[in-house]
């Protein structure tokens, strides 16, 4: 049974359980970036259904908080993992969009033949209407790129979701 909760403004603890170990690890490292809590469960499934799961989960918890009255709706988060520095620009603009200069399918992370961090943010994209923009600025190792890349995705989630005062 799948099972999302996410809190905007946590401490940035979670449980993710998505039956991949490397995601669960990139979900939460995002989280802890973004400083917001998630807790994510989802039934066993083939690996790649379960990536896009994951994606779609987090996507359907999202999307209150990207709508919410006030919240900004965009958010930019930059981040380095050693030698890899990443940049995610994202929109809640209804219209789902990944654009991506990093292409990790060949260093098949998590055991999967396909790029599970395309896979992932494909799904996410489609379930909060998210466009989102990737850009990989420098980085060899493929963990550092993910690492960077999942923890730019929770500085621009949590920018993205934070309410604007509109008192004056």
């Known amino acids: 049974m799948a099972g999302t909760t996410l809190f905007a403004h946590g401490a940035g603890s979670s449980s993710v359980d998505t039956g991949i170990a490397a995601l669960d690890r990139l979900i939460a490292l995002a989280a802890r970036a973004g400083r ?29 908080l990207l709508v919410a009255a006030g919240a900004q709706g965009h958010g930019t988060g930059t981040m380095a993992t050693d030698e890899a520095l990443a940049t995610v620009v994202l929109e809640a603009s209804g219209r789902p969009l990944v654009v991506s200069n990093v292409d990790l399918a060949a260093s098949h992370v998590g055991g999967l033949e396909s790029d599970l961090a395309a896979r992932f ?19 060899e190792e493929s963990e550092h790129v993910v690492d960077a890349i999942f923890k730019a995705l929770g500085v621009a989630l949590a920018e993205a979701f934070t309410v604007i005062s509109t008192e004056e």
């Open 36 to 64: 917001f809590e998630i807790h994510l469960a989802l039934s066993p499934a083939e690996p790649e259904a379960e990536v896009d799961a994951a994606g779609t989960e987090l996507g359907r918890a999202l999307r209150p």
């Open 121 to 139: 943010f494909d799904a996410l994209a489609e379930e909060a209407g998210l466009t989102i923009h990737l850009r990989l600025l420098e980085g």
